[in-house]
């Protein structure tokens, strides 16, 4: 195993938080030494070597631009470090079309005391991801959790393309604002078949935001599900947040973590394989039903480049 990563990953499971900026430029890293250590500290980190899942919530918080995720989660933020509880987001943010890099918009948007070491905030670029998740974040979620308690993934907010979220996290947050219309073209887009949880947010507008909530709690029994739906506002005098994050603990809490995270690190690893080999490359091991076949043969534990390494062999001896 390579040093730099055994070293990273054994800080991170003595739950060291300034280990974790170290982690993310590794994962983040496209040199081909930096991606063998990253492989070994996700290695290192997966429940396999771990023993268990890793105990930190990984909640996704995705909606349409404007409805107030940024705000709403500086506000969550806040209660979550009242409380004791460490937090890491991560905000996957538009490209700039001149850089590549990340807008870092919405961490400039998300309010923090820069000198809490129990908070970590980290903007990274969403690329030509449709899904809203940028390559690494799904291994930086999965390295976080280790040593958070709460790890966030704000997704960018482009609307019909954001179900990728519900592949990445334990607990996908809806976030939507009043008088908007966005229901109807949520259920075109198939993104109210995600949520575990609704916020809708500007609850100070009365008559709109109870209409709204009737609107999707409406939307929610159609599909067969009873996600709860509040309303909130994140500005001052905020109301609605502690009940927000009960409505997030208690999914948790009724959540079977290790079969929802096998399944995400297994679409994880057919997502990366597809990237790397492409759609020929799926098909040379049979299409996606068996690849996915392939991936429900692997030890329930692995991590993501266990997986790929393993659709890698099987197409090598085909």
Do not use: C
């Not at 730099?4 to 900026?21: F, I, M, N, T, V």
């Not at 690329?127 to 993934?153: H, K, M, N, S, Y």
């Not at 948790?252 to 057919?270: K, P």
């Amino acid at each position: 195993m390579s040093e730099a990563g055994a070293a990273l990953a054994a800080r991170l499971r003595e739950r060291e938080l300034s280990a974790a900026p170290d982690a993310l430029n590794l994962l983040e890293s496209t040199t081909a030494s930096d991606r063998e250590q990253a492989r070994a500290l996700l290695g290192a980190l997966s429940p396999a070597a771990l023993g268990s899942e890793a105990a930190g919530h990984v909640i996704g918080v995705t909606g349409p631009p404007g409805a107030g995720k940024s705000t709403l989660l500086g506000a969550l933020l806040t209660l979550w470090r009242r409380n004791g509880r460490t937090v890491a987001i991560l905000a996957v943010d538009p490209s700039s079309r001149r850089s590549g890099g990340s807008l870092l918009g919405d961490r400039a948007r998300i309010e923090f005391d820069p000198r809490d070491r129990g908070v970590l905030i980290r903007s990274s670029a969403a690329g030509e991801q449709l899904g809203g998740l940028a390559w690494p974040t799904r291994a930086a979620a999965q390295a976080l959790a280790v040593a958070f308690d709460i790890v966030v993934i704000e997704t960018v907010g482009v609307g019909q393309a954001e179900t990728d979220v519900a592949e990445a996290t334990d607990t996908v947050l809806v976030v939507v604002q009043p008088a908007s219309g966005d229901v109807l073209q949520f259920l075109k887009a198939g993104i109210m078949e995600i949520p575990d949880v609704l916020a809708v947010t500007k609850s100070d507008l009365g008559a709109p935001a109870m209409r709204t909530k009737r609107d999707l709690s409406a939307a929610l029994r159609s599909l067969g599900s009873s996600a709860p739906v509040l309303i909130v506002s994140s500005l001052p005098p905020a109301s609605g947040i502690e009940e927000l994050a009960d409505a997030l603990q208690q999914h948790r809490a009724g959540l079977d973590v290790t079969a929802r995270r096998v399944q995400a690190r297994r679409a994880s690893a057919l997502a990366e394989y597809a990237r790397e080999r492409g759609e020929s490359g799926i098909r040379m091991l049979g299409g996606r039903h068996a690849v996915q076949r392939l991936l429900a043969a692997q030890d329930p534990g692995a991590d993501v480049p266990a997986l790929v390494g393993a659709l890698e062999r099987d197409a090598q001896e085909r």
